[in-house]
Antibody, heavy 123, light 108 residues
Framework: QVKLVESGGGVVQPGRSLRLSCTASGFTFSNYGIHWVRQAPGKGLEWVALIWYDGTNEHYADSAKGRFTVSRDNSKNTVYLQLSSLRAEDTAIYYCARWGITSGGLYYALDAWGQGTTVAVSS | ETVMTQSPATLSASPGQRATLSCRASQSVNTNLAWYQQKPGQAPRLLIY???TRATGIPVRFTGSGSGTAFTLTISGLQSEDFAVYYCQQYNDWPPWTFGQGTKVEIK
């Protein structure tokens, strides 16, 4: 079955860096774009970043531009999210999610999600 | 950026009742609209895409409708496992992909 597993979260001081990983199984990973979505404590969902299936294109939320970098290694079925210059407001659960594709090849919703990894930015 | 607005913030209903959740977009998103369910301590789960197509394994009591800027998620005959937070999300105009702020369906 389709599975996404995030790892790499933890407690980090403001200004420091952290790298999150999202490892996939149960589908042809190299055919799918992967999103990162975060959720601050008690808040809603915020889209963070997307990397295309082949890694040739990336998109970022304004809150992530210049500080976060998404990358992937299709040989390892893994996407990474490098978090830099972390701030207290980056404290959240970070989810990776698969960008669904219809049978006609159209991208649509986020059709599979990992269980999330928690990042806490605190001094 | 397309802003998504959900109402109400909280909906109180009894098991067996019908729940109607609304989502509005600040500009047309055609039918490029998804609904997700999130239970406490769990990841979101895709319920509806294309405004009205149920995702794999989603019960028929979940119905999505609408197009353009106004959308509705109807849960017919609420069951105990349906009490959760529901988010709408547009994927018509990206980046960014934008979510509504969520509607919490709670037991009355």
């Amino acid at each position: 079955q389709v599975k996404l597993v995030e790892s790499g979260g933890g407690v980090v001081q403001p200004g420091r860096s952290l790298r999150l990983s999202c490892t996939a199984s149960g589908f042809t990973f190299s055919n799918y774009g992967i999103h990162w979505v975060r959720q601050a404590p008690g808040k809603g969902l915020e889209w963070v970043a997307l990397i295309w299936y082949d890694g040739t294109n990336e998109h970022y939320a304004d809150s992530a531009k210049g500080r976060f970098t998404v990358s992937r290694d299709n040989s390892k079925n893994t996407v990474y999210l490098q978090l830099s210059s972390l701030r207290a407001e980056d404290t959240a659960i970070y989810y990776c999610a698969r960008w669904g594709i219809t049978s006609g090849g159209l991208y649509y919703a986020l059709d599979a999600w990992g269980q999330g990894t928690t990042v806490a930015v605190s001094s | 950026e397309t802003v998504m607005t959900q109402s109400p913030a909280t909906l109180s209903a009894s098991p067996g009742q019908r729940a109607t959740l609304s989502c509005r977009a600040s500009q047309s998103v055609n039918t490029n609209l998804a609904w997700y369910q999130q239970k406490p301590g769990q990841a979101p789960r895709l319920l509806i895409y294309g405004a009205s197509t149920r995702a794999t394994g989603i019960p028929v009591r979940f119905t999505g409708s609408g197009s353009g800027t106004a959308f509705t998620l109807t849960i017919s005959g609420l069951q105990s496992e349906d009490f959760a937070v529901y988010y709408c999300q547009q994927y018509n105009d990206w980046p960014p992909w934008t979510f509504g702020q969520g509607t919490k369906v709670e037991i009355k």
